[in-house]
Every structure is written in structure tokens, then in C-alpha cells.
């Protein structure tokens, strides 16, 4: 049997395993709930919700509450404080999953079991299957997958802590597996040092040009970042493929062996080639210059990552963008069975087996804002979702993690079988607050989506942008921050007061009945606009990463709440707009 025929097989067999588990949704989620109350229902947080002994999915419904992090965090602190496990769930912890949302300034910390770790391997598998089945000849050749790790943790108990990223790289899951197809060596990957694994990485990337045929990170926000250290760097990564010598900053052990084993000689053709390359004043399509044999990008570019897909447009010069799966620290959910699909309209499909999974009804109102979901609503199950309806998404997992809301809200858009397909709409939560007004990160993003199109005719690209709340003056106001660059090279376009005060009243504009009636009686003051030079953000994300953050799960904040933030964005402002609405 050729390889081709294996190949063909390998992807019948994977709808087929897709075919039995949405077809069997509703017999599926059983299970999950039954194994899992079979499981951890004489543990010391479950069993007082069982004085009986029943612990059935009746009982566990009407007895259960539904939660947040804050009231499972008192047991949480006693595992990591060296108590026993058992007091949350049965399994044997083997570390806590740090989450990028933050609980009292600090990472939620989220229990690892090595069966919930098994089972979280098999939603990323099946979406990067379903992806290659898409794309001819995508199983062949080399990914360029950016990865970074962030340095893990110990609790008093002695468990780790740490990103599932940081996690997932240092296992032989990975190594054995992913890593083998990847250009960057695994040691380029474990550099603590994020400049000198982005160098490292990117040189291998261009080292091995002709034979990627993938490229891809976590989340959309590290692509643009790295195109933006290549703009930065391109010159000396030409010099070290010139010269076939590492530059003498990249000081790392690991890195340094890593790189001495493909920077084995001196290559000046591949040099000159790709300094042509980026000399080129345009850097439209500069990905598909530089690896000419690419099919797909993949990263997650839903939710508050979709700021980034024009970018990734332009960059990637027609190559598409793949959003292969929808998961976070807590559970895996689904996966995207048409990644074809254009960006902004990708549905995944629910993965039954991963979790048990509830639905909280969210109303929304004419102006479209999700209103706060009340826990009295009645959730749904999974099979019971309606069409076209919006749902805060609740799960219990084996991990101890029971009736939990993940605070993601999320639109029905169809069914594969008999598990449902949505899309990613906003988290549930507020962004920006003064007085009455409570304006969400999806109605935000929303506004500045329209506000920007007046910006694409005139060539003008906006790159990212955050937000804050000034009550420093009454009355406060809402402030905006964009980075704006034109269409084709980094240049700060020139700032027409005009264009960009129209900017502003569009925002306003776009915002619900109560921003506008507090705005009209003098509670609010007029939205104002701060324009930042290139680079700003990136100086923003610097300071994220040196309190903590990862730079491969890096979400640029909808909303500022730390003045250090602020100031640093203000120290890169060239130029401040006012909206000139008055009336509404």
C-alpha cells in the first residue's frame, strides 16, 4: 500500500470517528456526566451536594450550583497548599494549568490530571487532520510553528504550575510527535529567552524556506509580532545565513547547539535572495515571498484574536487563514470542520466526549449587547440548543471543575449531526464602565470595525488597538488607542483631523442606548482617540511578558486598568482626536 492510500485512510477514519461522536451526542454527554460523578461524588466539595448518596444527573442538576473560579478557588489554594486532591476529585493532579484570565491579580490555576491530558491531545489531532485533509500535499514538507514557553511555577505542595503551552512542549507527546515535523528545533522552542528563540526560530525558518509548507502559532497576535521582529532583524538574519555564524547575542546553550547543526555553512545566494525579499518597500505578501511553498496559516483568530486577521491578510498575501480549534485552559470544546471558512465566519463543532457541557440563555437586546446571564435561567444541554440562540457556555470536567462558567458566550449557527456548531462571539464581560453604561468587549470591537472603514480607502491600516476608562476629569470619558500604518510599509500615515473625528463619532455611534442617553445628558464626555506610533504595542506587550505573560498566549487587553499600561501607550501617542457629536 503506497503512502497516498495510507494517507487517504488515515482521513476516512477520522470523519468516521467524527461521524459516531456527533451522531451520539446526546449518549456521549451521558457518559462523560456519568463518569465523572462516578468518579468524584465522594469528594469533599461534591458529596455535601449528595447528603443522600444520590449523585445522578437529576440530582446533580438540582443540586449542583453553577460557579465561578472564585468559589472553587478556596479548595484550588488548599491542593496547591499541599492538602489532598481528593477533596476536589479522584484522579491523581500531576500539575495546575495557569489560565490567562487572572483571579486577584493572579493566574487562575486549573488541576492537570494524566487523563484529562489524554484527552485534551485528541481535539488538536483531530482538528489538524480534518485541516490536511483540505489542503493537497499538506502532509508533506515542514511547519513553521512559532511556539514560546513562559517559565513555570512551584506551589507549596510541589506541583507545577505552568501555560498548558509550556506544558504541552515538554512532553514526549510533543516531541516524538508535532516537533518532529516542525523547522524550529526543540531547543530553540525551550529558550526562556523569547528574543532569542524568536531570532533562533525565524532563522530556521528561513534556513529551511523551500520546504515550509505550513506556518502557525497559539493565538494570531504572535504572527504579526514576529513579522514585526523580521522587519526589525532582517538584516542580521541575512548576515548569519551569509556567513554561516550565529550571532555572538545568542548567548543560550541549548539554542546555540540546536542552531550549530542547520547553520553548518555559509550560504550567500539564500542571503541575497532574501534581502531582496525584504527590501522591497511593500511588505504585502511578504510570508508568501519568503516561503513560497505555504498553504495555510494557522492560529486562533476568533474572539478578541479576529483584530489581527486583516494584518494576516495583508502579510500572508492570499494564503488562508486557518482557525483550527476553539479550547481554553478549562476544557476543549470543538474544532472547525470547514477551515476553508473565511476568518471572521468559522463555526466549530462540539466535541462531545470532551467535557460535559451546559448552556445558559444570554438575551440579547435590539442593539445587540449580551445582557449579564442570570444563573436562575435554566440551562440547556447540549442537544437541547436552539438555533440562531446565544449561550454562556458552563462545564463539569473530571479535573474538578463542576457546573464551571468559562464566561465565553457563544451563537448557535447549525448542527453537524446532532452536535451543535456555533461561533465565538464575545466573553462575558465588561471593558469599559462609567456610570449606567457598561459597554462589552464585543460591543467595542464592533465599533471600531466600522469606525476603521472610513481608514481602508486611504490605504490606512489599523494595526491593533486597547482601550481605558478616564475618570480622572469629571465627567470621564472612554479612550481609545489605535496603531495606525499604511497599507504597504510601516510608515505613520498622515493624520487628517477631519477623517479621524469621524472616526470617533462613529464608535459613538455604534454604541447602545444608554452610552448615548448619558452622553447626551453630560454624564460621559466625548470619546477621544490617541493615534500611537508603530511599535507601541509591541512596547505594550514587552511589559505584559516581563509581569508574567506569555508571549505565545498573549491577548492584547480590550481595556487598560493598570496606569503603567496606560503610560506607556501615551508615551507613544502622536496625535489625539475628540468626537464632535453632541447630540444624539
Known amino acids: ?127 489538524d487532520l480534518v485541516i490536511k485533509r483540505c489542503f493537497n500535499g499538506s502532509n508533506e514538507g515542514k511547519s513553521l510553528y512559532l511556539y514560546f514557553i513562559k517559565p513555570e511555577m512551584e506551589t507549596p505542595s510541589g506541583l507545577v504550575a505552568s501555560l498548558y503551552t509550556t506544558f504541552y512542549f515538554k512532553t514526549k507527546s510533543f516531541k516524538t510527535g508535532l516537533a518532529k515535523f516542525c523547522t524550529s528545533p526543540i531547543e530553540t522552542i525551550l529558550c526562556s529567552d523569547n528574543k532569542q528563540s ?52 545568542i548567548t543560550d546553550a541549548g539554542c546555540r547547539n540546536a542552531m550549530s547543526l542547520i547553520l553548518t555553512r555559509p550560504n550567500p545566494e539564500m542571503a541575497d535572495l532574501i534581502q531582496q525579499i525584504c527590501e522591497d518597500k511593500s511588505w504585502e505578501g511578504i510570508i508568501k515571498k519568503l516561503w513560497p511553498k505555504i498553504k495555510y496559516i494557522t492560529s486562533i483568530c476568533t474572539g478578541s484574536m479576529s483584530q489581527y486577521i486583516p494584518l494576516l491578510e495583508f502579510y500572508g498575501g492570499g494564503i488562508p487563514l486557518v482557525s483550527p480549534n476553539y479550547s481554553s485552559s478549562e476544557a476543549c470544546f470543538g474544532i472547525n470542520l470547514k477551515p476553508l471558512s473565511k476568518p471572521f465566519d468559522v463555526s466549530y463543532t462540539f ?26 435561567d435554566k440551562p440547556v444541554d447540549l442537544v437541547n440548543v436552539k438555533l440562531g440562540q446565544y449561550y454562556e457556555v458552563v462545564v463539569t470536567t473530571l479535573t474538578g471543575l463542576y457546573r464551571y462558567r468559562i464566561g465565553d458566550v457563544l451563537k448557535v449557527t447549525g448542527f453537524y449531526n446532532k452536535s451543535p456548531q456555533f461561533q465565538f462571539v464575545e466573553r462575558q464581560n465588561v471593558v469599559l464602565s462609567i456610570d449606567l453604561d457598561k459597554t462589552t468587549e464585543e460591543d467595542l470591537s464592533k465599533a471600531i470595525m466600522k469606525a476603521k472603514l472610513v ?130
Open 198 to 249: 524568536m531570532f533562533c526560530q525565524l532563522l530556521t525558518g528561513l534556513l529551511q524556506r523551500d520546504e515550509v509548507v505550513r506556518m502557525g502559532s497559539s493565538f494570531a497576535s504572535v504572527l504579526p509580532r514576529s513579522i514585526k521582529f523580521l522587519d526589525d532583524y532582517w538584516k542580521e538574519l541575512c548576515s548569519n545565513i551569509r556567513t554561516g555564524y550565529l550571532s555572538d547575542w
Open 351 to 376: 466535541l462531545p466526549n470532551t467535557a460535559y457541557f451546559e448552556f445558559l440563555p444570554v438575551n440579547k437586546d435590539g442593539g445587540g449587547k449580551a445582557q449579564d446571564t442570570r444563573t436562575i
Open 455 to 584: 481608514l481602508e480607502p486611504l490605504g490606512i491600516m489599523l494595526t491593533t488597538y486597547s482601550s481605558y476608562a478616564d475618570t480622572s476629569l469629571m465627567p470621564g470619558r472612554y479612550v481609545l488607542f489605535w496603531e495606525l500604518k499604511m497599507k504597504g510599509r510601516n510608515d505613520l500615515p498622515k493624520l487628517d483631523a477631519e477623517i479621524m473625528e469621524q472616526c470617533c463619532c462613529i464608535v459613538e455611534e455604534s454604541f447602545d442606548f444608554t452610552y448615548k442617553s448619558l452622553r447626551k445628558g453630560g454624564v460621559i464626555s466625548a470619546l477621544e482617540l490617541r493615534v500611537v506610533k508603530h511599535g507601541t504595542f509591541d512596547q505594550l506587550m514587552d511589559f505584559y511578558v516581563s509581569k508574567g505573560a506569555s508571549i505565545t498566549q498573549y491577548k492584547p487587553p480590550s481595556c487598560l486598568k493598570s496606569k503603567e499600561a496606560v503610560k506607556i501607550l501615551n508615551s507613544g501617542m502622536v496625535g489625539k482626536f475628540f468626537s464632535s457629536k453632541t447630540m444624539f
Open 1 to 127: 500500500m503506497d503512502g497516498g492510500t495510507d494517507i487517504k485512510e488515515i482521513y476516512e477514519n477520522v470523519m468516521n470517528i467524527l461521524e459516531d461522536l456527533t451522531s451520539n451526542a446526546h449518549k456521549l454527554q451521558e457518559q462523560v456526566l456519568e463518569e465523572i460523578l462516578k468518579s468524584n461524588a465522594g469528594t469533599e466539595y461534591l458529596s455535601r451536594f449528595f447528603p443522600n448518596g444520590q449523585s445522578d444527573k437529576q440530582s446533580f442538576k438540582t443540586n449542583v450550583p453553577i460557579i465561578t473560579y472564585e468559589d472553587i478557588k478556596p479548595y484550588i489554594d488548599r491542593i496547591a497548599n499541599g492538602e489532598t486532591p481528593s477533596i476536589l476529585l479522584a484522579y491523581r493532579i500531576t500539575q495546575f494549568i495557569q489560565s490567562t484570565g487572572t483571579s486577584g491579580g493572579q493566574p487562575k490555576l486549573i488541576p492537570m490530571t494524566a487523563e484529562s491530558f489524554e484527552k485534551r491531545m485528541y481535539e488538536p489531532l483531530l482538528a
